[in-house]
């Protein structure tokens, strides 16, 4: 990876511990986000919704319609 951003699956238990769904093998300590996902969440619209609000503000799109 060109940036040394990774994305991983992983399960959060109710005492907050998180689980990673496979193993991570680092050369060095790192930083990491946590997103809280709810188990009803439709996670595909979830994750495609930022690339589309960029088409979706077009002003093309806002013609197409009107």
């Known amino acids: 990876m060109k940036n040394g ?3 991983l699956e992983a399960t959060i238990d109710q005492a907050g511990w ?3 769904l496979s193993p991570l093998k680092l050369r060095h300590p790192a930083k990491a986000v ?3 996902i709810p ?3 439709d996670e ?7 690339s589309l609000v ?3 503000n077009r002003p ?6 009107s």
Request: glycine share 0%; charged share 30%; hydrophobic share 50%.
């Open 5 to 7: 951003l990774k994305m």
């Open 18 to 20: 998180v689980h990673l």
């Open 34 to 36: 946590v997103t809280i």
């Open 39 to 41: 188990d009803d969440a």
């Open 44 to 50: 595909t619209a979830l994750f495609s919704e930022p």
């Open 54 to 56: 960029e088409d979706w």
């Open 60 to 65: 093309e799109e806002d013609a197409a319609w």
